[in-house]
């Protein structure tokens, strides 16, 4: 990391947090948002992401960065998160969005080592929106394709979750190497416990082809 450049705790502490004067009309309807409920409803056409599982893989970094690739093949991925306020609808300026995931193989980084791959955090624009650039996960036993999201809002947690592809994309994703190199078959998401127990509101917009690469976006609503 530069000497100029912020780490996780400028970006999660930092004073003057607040709310984007945009209404609910800059929100993208192109992208999902959850339509679950946590601690109070929310107002009309906001919904509040519901809380997922962070799971067992989840290393507190100081990644703050957008490309988080650190070489691992995989069908490239652009991954879009919006995130905005579940009640008034605005986009959230300065919200932290830390993401981590497999690599292709399904092997998950800072488990047993110290590499960092596949792993980053940014704060969000203006406009509530970070961007990475990364690979499309892989998967392993019992799990479909996911990848972990946090979000911090003024230095506290808001969201925890995870969000999944539909089954097309990776059965394409799955079909090219290095993920038809492996001798373990694919996940599918209504063999995943978490997708089956009520993650299918998570699924990810996306776009594109495993030779040229993919967009994703996703929209979370939370309550800051």
């Known amino acids: 990391m530069s000497a100029g450049a912020p780490n996780r705790r400028t970006v999660l502490t930092a004073l003057g947090l607040g709310l984007?004067?945009?209404?609910?009309g800059a929100v993208?309807?192109?992208?999902?948002?959850?339509?679950?409920?946590?601690?109070?409803?929310?107002?009309?056409?906001?919904?509040?992401?519901?809380?997922?599982?962070?799971?067992?893989?989840?290393?507190?970094?100081?990644?703050?960065?957008?490309?988080?690739?650190?070489?691992?093949?995989?069908?490239?991925l652009s991954l879009r998160v919006t995130v905005v306020d579940a009640d008034s609808c605005d986009p959230l300026r300065a919200a932290a969005v830390d993401i981590w995931h497999a690599d292709a193989r399904g092997a998950y980084s800072g488990v047993e080592e110290e590499s960092r791959f596949l792993r980053g955090i940014q704060h969000t624009d203006n406009?509530?929106?970070?961007?990475?650039?990364?690979?499309?996960?892989?998967?392993?036993?019992?799990?479909?394709?996911?990848?972990h999201v946090k979000?911090?809002?003024?230095?506290?947690?808001?969201?925890?979750g995870q969000v999944y592809f539909d089954d097309e994309v990776t059965?394409?994703?799955?079909?090219?190497a290095?993920?038809?190199?492996?001798?373990?078959?694919?996940?599918?998401?209504?063999?995943?416990?978490l997708f089956r127990r009520g993650d299918d509101h998570a699924l990810l917009s996306v776009?594109?082809?495993?030779?040229?690469?993919?967009?994703?976006?996703?929209?979370i609503?939370?309550?800051?």
Not at 47 to 74: K, M
Not at 171 to 176: E, H, P, R, T
Not at 221 to 224: D, E, F, T, Y
Request: hydrophobic fraction near 30%; charge should be negative.
């Open 28 to 76: 993208d309807s192109g992208r999902p948002v959850a339509t679950s409920r946590r601690g109070g409803e929310s107002a009309p056409g906001c919904v509040l992401t519901p809380e997922g599982t962070e799971g067992p893989y989840y290393v507190d970094t100081d990644l703050i960065r957008g490309d988080i690739r650190e070489g691992r093949p995989g069908a490239p």
């Open 178 to 193: 290095p993920y038809a190199d492996r001798a373990d078959p694919r996940t599918r998401n209504d063999q995943d416990f």
């Open 151 to 160: 979000v911090h809002v003024g230095g506290q947690e808001v969201h925890t």
């Open 221 to 224: 609503g939370v309550r800051a």
């Open 20 to 24: 984007a004067t945009a209404g609910c």
């Open 207 to 219: 776009a594109g082809h495993p030779s040229t690469g993919y967009r994703a976006d996703i929209t």
């Open 171 to 176: 059965a394409a994703v799955a079909a090219v």
């Open 127 to 147: 406009a509530g929106i970070v961007s990475f650039s990364t690979i499309v996960p892989g998967w392993y036993d019992n799990r479909t394709i996911h990848i």
